[in-house]
């Protein structure tokens, strides 16, 4: 059984940053992709920024030049880091695993998820 657990957020003021991270225990064949994905009180939930198992990363544009994902396959540990945060980008950040060749920013593309993690930024 595949679980993902994520940790890092808080809170930080406009311009701060944040590291999220996302430990990924349990079996998920190759190819895959993980990816994180945010929801604000309200709002749908958006993806964020997708990692692909052979290579291959995307971003919303929203958080692009601003927030880096990157994975260690040896820890099965996916990150984010979030830099020049503004209040718009207040949200629960969750991580989330897909498996296949094609991947997007689509909640339906994803079939595990996180619990989420708990991002404020104030102005």
């Known amino acids: 059984q595949v679980q993902l657990v994520e940790s890092g957020g808080g809170s930080v003021q406009s311009g701060g940053s944040l590291r999220l991270s996302c430990a990924a225990s349990g079996y998920i064949a190759s190819p895959n992709y993980m990816g994180w994905f945010r929801q604000a009180p309200g709002k749908e939930r958006e993806g964020v920024a997708a990692i692909h198992s052979v290579g291959g990363i995307s971003y919303a544009d929203s958080v692009k030049g601003r927030f880096t994902i990157s994975r260690d396959n040896a820890k099965n540990m996916v990150y984010l880091q979030m830099t020049s945060l503004k209040p718009e980008d207040t949200a629960t950040y969750y991580c989330?695993?897909?498996?296949?060749?094609?991947?997007?920013?689509?909640?339906?593309?994803?079939?595990?998820w996180g619990q989420g993690t708990q991002v404020t930024v104030s102005s």
């Open positions: 989330a695993a897909g498996q296949g060749w094609w991947f997007a920013l689509v909640p339906q593309n994803y079939n595990y």
